[in-house]
């Protein structure tokens, strides 16, 4: 078989999608508007599930690469009230079904397991089109164009990809984090990082929460959230650090000090992350030769599950190209009917949460995670 394959998008889900062509030998390039690996940060932790994540990076033959990377300890979780009061404190046995890496070191782990020259960097796409019998033109930046047999939309929330296939676009969820972090925290921030732990911590209250992971080298990553407009954010200046450092942590007013120090403390700059979903249940009818994967496809609040679903809709879109070949819509119509049906599941747990009491609910989903 060889069908050419035309990947937008060299995040988690897109490299897994190519890895595991070019394990089937189907052909594969990969388009991406960064101009290298490095150009920019990827980044925190992932937690990889058993049932998702792993699935998918087996599919690519990459599990011992992938436990070489894991960081140990990092399953721990410690859930907070606002005054610093320890409500559930688990340690990270070794037995859990979610070990922790860094985002850019899995990455890196899937771009070295490609052949060279897969990934063509700094070709951001300005727009697609459909030119008959299910080819569609990419055309770029720079000018240039590429006409391919099958089209993958691996790019992400803002993909230029989907409008082939629904008019669905993201809109705010109501939510934004303001991410920050602490770096050589034990020496630095020895208050902060003794009530983080050795894993990930979450303070949670309706409408405001706190949570942190201990990364590689002793750093605190943390995400503060806020239930706010974009109006509301709109009128912090984030380009005054300090200013905007102590306008968030005024929302957290009363708060554990070695909580707020979250805020206050940051190494860096504060960066507003607005969260944005597509609607619930998002899905098309079946366009011949195009299909989406990951947060193109089902983007929602983060969960936990984005990254781990990307991959896992990355491996089995292969899986169902090698299954089918030279019947490109089959394999097209087997990864749609069992994706849909996948990433709705998620929706309705976050659907769930959002009716009910934020803090209450996220303690419970995490007490039954972690046992």
């Not at 999608?17 to 594969?28: C, F, K, Q, S």
């Not at 300090?242 to 707020?260: N, S, V």
């Not at 070949?325 to 309705?348: C, I, W």
């Amino acid at each position: 078989m060889t069908t050419d394959v035309t990947i937008i998008g060299a995040g988690l889900g897109g490299l897994v999608l190519a890895r595991v062509l070019h394990l089937r030998g189907i052909p594969a390039t990969v388009y991406e508007a960064e101009t290298s690996p490095s150009a920019r940060s990827q980044g925190g932790m992932l937690d990889i599930h058993d049932y998702n994540g792993q699935l998918a990076l087996r599919a690519a033959g990459l599990t011992d690469e992938f436990r070489g990377l894991v960081l140990a300890g990092r399953q721990a979780l410690k859930v907070l009230d606002p005054d610093g009061t320890v409500l559930l404190d688990k340690a990270d046995d070794g037995t859990g079904g979610r070990p922790e890496v860094q985002r850019g070191d899995l990455r890196r782990m899937l771009l070295d397991s490609l052949p060279a020259g897969t990934v063509r960097w700094g070709h951001k796409v300005s727009g697609t089109r459909a030119v008959g019998d299910g080819r569609h033109e990419v055309t770029f930046a720079d000018g240039g164009t590429v006409v391919t047999g099958l089209l993958v939309g691996a790019d992400g929330a803002w993909s230029r990809v989907r409008p082939l296939l629904s008019a669905a676009t993201p809109e705010y969820t109501g939510k934004s984090v303001v991410e920050t972090y602490l770096f050589d925290a034990p020496a630095r921030h020895p208050a902060v990082a003794k009530t983080v732990g050795g894993g990930s911590m979450i303070a949670p209250r309706p409408g405001r929460e706190i949570f942190a992971h201990r990364e590689k080298d002793d750093t605190l990553h943390a995400y503060v959230g806020l239930a706010e407009p974009l109006d509301w954010f709109a009128a912090v200046d984030f380009t005054d650090a300090a200013a905007a450092a102590a306008r968030i942590a005024a929302e957290f007013d009363g708060w554990a000090p070695e909580l707020t120090a979250l805020i206050t403390d940051s190494d860096v700059p504060p960066a507003l992350r607005p969260l944005y979903a597509l609607p619930a249940g998002h899905r098309w009818d079946r366009v011949p030769g195009v299909t989406l994967i990951g947060d193109a496809a089902h983007l929602s609040a983060p969960n936990g599950e984005g990254a781990n679903l990307a991959m896992l809709d990355g491996a089995e879109l292969a899986e169902a190209l090698a299954a089918h070949p030279g019947d490109v819509e089959a394999a097209l119509t087997a990864y749609e009917q069992a994706m849909f049906p996948r990433a709705a599941e998620v929706d309705m747990f976050e659907q769930a949460e959002a009716e009910g009491h934020p803090g209450d609910e996220m303690i419970a989903a995490l007490g039954s995670v972690f046992g």
